[in-house]
């Protein structure tokens, strides 16, 4: 289906003085539609090769689910640009460990540990997360910065190594309709145009989805007169590598700046606007280069990778299911960039999209488990829509109340820790949580599990390889006692898509952290989802019980 | 929320706060209660007591 994947050669290259990246292009090859061949019947579609696409490709083909992939481009990214999200949060890391291409992010990109935050010439306070690295029981660290087109780009070189997933390149698709037996494409091509029809459809097309808008569906926009403009660039000489951000810059006249740093030396410099700015004008290459030498002085040499205007805007869709189509990523939420929530959101609907589709693509079961994307998904798209309103008004005050309060934050935060909690120029992305979730079998329902490091066949290894070690399924952990009650389990679990793991024989948890993940003293059972949640967890006394409710669930 | 007297030294404390704002400008008064309130805020901590004061803050003017 696939030609071999040589991931061995990297064709982007980023080169001081030139034009930016040079993208990896992937060849069109004709489908067997356009060859005569009749028409299959596919299982699964996904339009749009960005993060969602690429990730929930990814996970399918893991899962040995055959997949179609349709991109109405041949290459990664923005076509030209270097960027669009710069931040992978530890969810994300900890998805594309299990997807494979987490070592080769680790290795490309860069991991920051003291950020500053500033208001006018000097600094309101800092931290170095090194500090809290104890906090966090995941073998991924906090973040990665590194450019979205390289994620896309090994995501895309994995997808090329999974036989079941099928990369269709300059292949857009022009027509979108659905009825209550399959969902039904019209797709163009160099090589001319054909139809396909599907058991289910992901849309992952980006904020403009032009089938999103053929359905006709709602999407409650909001938007702000909050006004920014992103300016990737190269330095010469690079500032310290730290984050910094101004909540007001005296070289930005008073508004807020943002200093980040990616992979290849390359830096976000975001500045705030004034909400009469016109966007095209502040967007210019003097005027771009005009602000830089204000911030870094006269003689700051430095190279243009970038330059992306935005302004605050957040939008959600009222269902991501529309009969057999669903959307995933942007073309189903949108929120402003502070705290990374845009990529990295898209990358854990993809995360929580899979294995439910995989399930009912096999038959296992049935379609209403999806429904249950779209209340996980959407309560977590509020979330991070909720998150970054409320940073957009602590950086854009309203009216004179909220900035002699914004005041009294930065005043206090100079001098005493407790402020700094107010002061908000973004919250990190994070495993959005489910409490009022569908798939909840008893206590911890919905909570996220961290990747906490496990002995397996006595070496050191994670949960995310003990997940692949059973195909990525369901799992049912026994802590302690309930340990010796694995086979019982196992049993009364017989047909079930599920596997039980006797914590202690077939994984160890040698630094203890697995069982306080799920809640859990030293006994008990937890049932593990595919995405690295909880469906629940019961005591010893009442393992039995969450053992029947599993297989009620799966029957 | 508390509703009944909870001050060790309520004419004492009323006094402080009115001292503390002797000879400020309105602005500069604005200022240290928006201060003030923060530090006071952040001594209860607790989200549904907070909300609590903030509405009964709303319905007596």
């Known amino acids: 289906m696939n030609a071999p994947a040589d991931i061995s050669a990297p064709k982007a290259e980023f080169t001081f003085g030139g034009s930016g990246y040079t993208l990896p292009t992937y060849p069109f090859v004709t489908p067997p539609e356009l060859k005569g061949e009749t028409p299959a019947r596919y299982p699964i579609v996904i339009v749009g090769g960005g993060l969602a696409g690429l990730t929930l490709a990814c996970d399918l083909g893991l899962r040995g689910v055959p997949v179609v992939l349709l991109d109405e481009d041949d290459t990664v990214g923005v076509r030209g640009a270097s960027s669009r999200g710069i931040c992978y949060a530890q969810k994300s890391l900890e998805i594309f460990k299990r997807l494979g291409i987490y070592e080769r992010i680790a290795a490309k990109g860069i991991q920051w540990s003291v950020g500053r935050t500033l208001a006018g010439n000097d600094e309101v306070y800092n931290f170095d997360l090194r500090k809290n690295a104890a906090q966090s029981d995941s073998e991924q660290p906090p973040f990665i910065n590194i450019q979205q087109f390289y994620i896309e780009w090994f995501l895309v070189e994995r997808a090329l190594q999974l036989p079941s997933v099928d990369l269709r390149w300059k292949s857009r698709v022009t027509r979108c309709t659905q009825d209550s037996d399959a969902v039904h494409l019209s797709v163009e091509t160099p090589a001319g145009s054909y139809t396909i029809a599907c058991d289910w459809l992901v849309d992952a097309t980006g904020v403009h989805s032009a089938i999103r808008k053929g359905f006709n569906l709602n999407v409650n926009p909001a938007k702000g007169d909050d006004r920014w403009c992103i300016s990737d660039v190269r330095f010469k000489h690079h500032p310290p590598i730290e984050r910094w951000t101004w909540v007001e810059a005296p070289f930005n006249e008073d508004r807020a700046v943002w200093q980040h740093l990616m992979a290849d030396d390359v830096w976000r410099l975001d500045f705030q606007m004034d909400p009469a700015c016109d966007m095209e004008y502040v967007s210019r290459e003097d005027v771009v280069r005009e602000r830089l030498q204000r911030q870094f002085g006269p003689d700051v040499e430095f190279e243009i990778v970038w330059v992306g205007p935005y302004s605050y805007r957040s939008q959600c869709l009222d269902n991501f299911r529309h009969g057999r189509v669903l959307f995933a990523g942007d073309c189903a939420h949108v929120m402003s960039p502070f705290g990374a929530r845009g990529g990295n959101s898209a990358i854990q609907d993809a995360d929580n999209l899979g294995w439910k589709l995989a399930l009912v693509a096999q038959g296992k079961m049935p379609a209403r488990l999806l429904n249950s994307y779209d209340e996980e998904r959407r309560e977590g798209a509020r979330q991070n829509i909720e998150f970054t309103r409320r940073t957009s008004r602590y950086l854009s005050p309203e009216n004179a109340a909220e900035k002699l309060f914004r005041d009294a934050t930065i005043a206090l935060a100079r001098k005493y820790p407790f402020a700094r909690a107010l002061v908000n120029t973004g919250r990190m992305s994070s495993a959005n949580v489910y409490p009022a979730s569908g798939l909840h079998l008893g206590q911890g329902a919905g909570k996220h599990v961290q990747n906490v490091a496990l002995t397996i066949d006595r070496k050191i290894s994670d949960l995310v390889a003990l997940q692949a070690t059973r195909a990525h399924k369901t799992l049912v952990l026994a802590f302690g006692s309930c340990a010796a009650q694995a086979a019982a389990y196992t049993q009364a679990l017989h047909g079930a898509p599920t596997d039980v793991i006797a914590i202690g024989t077939d994984a160890i948890d040698h630094q203890s952290k697995l069982a306080a993940q799920f809640g859990l003293s030293a006994d008990g059972v937890a049932v593990l989802r595919p995405d690295l949640y909880c469906a629940g967890t019961a005591q010893a006394v009442d393992a039995a019980t969450l053992i029947q409710k599993l297989k009620a669930w799966f029957a | ?61």
Do not use: P
């Open chain 2, 1 to 61: 929320m508390k509703l009944d007297a909870h001050f060790t030294d309520a004419d004492g404390f009323y006094e402080a706060l009115l001292d503390a704002h002797k000879d400020l400008s309105a602005a500069q008064s604005a200022a240290l209660n928006a201060r003030l309130i923060l530090l006071l805020a952040n001594q209860i901590g607790d989200a549904q007591i907070l909300r609590e004061c903030i509405t009964a803050a709303q319905n007596t003017h």
